[in-house]
């Protein structure tokens, strides 16, 4: 059974780090990997992405110079280091995998989805 775990987050001081870790088990290696995250009343909000070889990443604007994703192919796990935390980080954020790669932006195209973890609070 394919299954994706989100763990990772909690409670930082403003403009610290943390990392958020997915966990897949079942057959991912070949899928693009994605993060999203959801506020409270609004829609998944694209994060970052890696393509299956890890080789390309993608990753929103206001993001782009504070996260880095990465995969571990062996372990069959996703991280995302989040530094220089900011309020929106604390929503729930959800590990995706996607099997054709076609728009990495677009929750919709995602096959699997974990359950979601509270993002870092920053205190």
């Known amino acids: 059974q394919q299954q994706l775990v989100e763990s990772g987050g909690g409670l930082v001081q403003a403009g610290g780090s943390s990392r958020l870790s997915c966990a897949a088990s079942?057959?991912?290696?070949?899928?693009?990997w994605g993060w999203f995250r959801q506020a409270p009343g609004r829609g998944r909000e694209f994060v970052a992405a890696?393509?299956?070889?890890?080789?390309?990443?993608y990753s929103t604007d206001s993001v782009k110079a504070r996260f880095r994703i990465s995969r571990d192919e062996y372990k069959n796990t996703m991280r995302l280091q989040m530094d220089g935390l900011a309020p929106a980080d604390k929503d729930v954020h959800y590990c995706?995998?996607?099997?054709?790669?076609?728009?990495?932006?677009?929750?919709?195209?995602?096959?699997?989805w974990g359950q979601g973890t509270q993002g870092t609070v920053p205190l």
């Open positions: 890696i393509d299956c070889s890890g080789g390309t990443t």
């Open positions: 079942g057959f991912f290696s070949s899928y693009t």
């Open positions: 995706a995998a996607d099997a054709l790669g076609s728009n990495h932006c677009d929750a919709a195209l995602y096959d699997y």
